[in-house]
């Protein structure tokens, strides 16, 4: 009997409100932050009635005749092993949501963590009574590369391996090849993390 391939973790999210924005220029927004970084799973993406790609767009039909809410957009991203790449899409609508206003629903089913298994996002921030920061691990996250791994401390993350005073609110830290940073930002934090991994790698 051949055995049934399980479908590794998928991270899906569904844009409820336009906020001040059209659907074209949520699509450009999340285009945008899919181009800013390197991603070990495919990009992120949304589908809109903007969308020409046929996928995309028998994706966002399928998924409204499933759903009884307006569904403005959708997509979806399958992880291919990089928590980090679970975070951009995390912070990556968060962002979108603060620029463009809006609703945005997030739905990790597999995360091993239940409070994050849900995000509801409007406006720049997740309902409820804590912030995202507080909803997201509050140990050490790594991202393997080749020759080197960057390690990034989240703002609720305390230890004796990050001696001084604890960063602002929202602050993420990251060590690489003995360096330590802060940004403000998960985004941040990475953006600048991935120049100086490339800048090493240049110097050799």
């Keep these: 009997m051949a055995k049934i391939r399980k479908m590794g973790r998928v991270i899906y999210y569904r844009l409820l409100n336009l906020g001040h924005g059209d659907a074209e220029a949520w699509e450009q927004m999340v285009s945008r932050l899919a181009a800013a970084r390197e991603w070990r799973s495919e990009p992120m993406w949304l589908a809109t009635d903007s969308s020409r790609g046929v996928f995309e767009s028998e994706y966002l039909r399928h ?68 912030s995202i920061d507080d909803l997201m691990v509050s140990g050490p996250i790594f991202k393997r590369l080749p020759l080197a791994t960057i390690t990034f401390y989240p703002p609720r993350y305390h230890s004796r391996t990050m001696p001084g005073p604890a960063g602002p609110p929202g602050w993420w830290s990251f060590a690489i090849q003995g360096m330590r940073a802060q940004a403000q930002g998960f985004l941040e934090a990475e953006a600048e993390a991935m120049r100086i991994y490339r800048g090493l790698r240049a110097i050799g």
């Design 63 to 130: 998924l409204r005749l499933d759903r009884r809410e307006q569904v403005l957009g959708a997509g979806f991203v399958r992880l291919a092993g990089d928590e980090t790449d679970a975070l951009a899409v995390s912070y990556g609508l968060l962002q979108a949501c603060f620029e463009l206003g809006g609703k945005v629903v997030l739905e990790d089913p597999d995360n091993p963590i239940g409070k994050q298994r849900q995000l509801e996002m409007i406006e720049g921030s997740v309902t409820g009574p804590r």
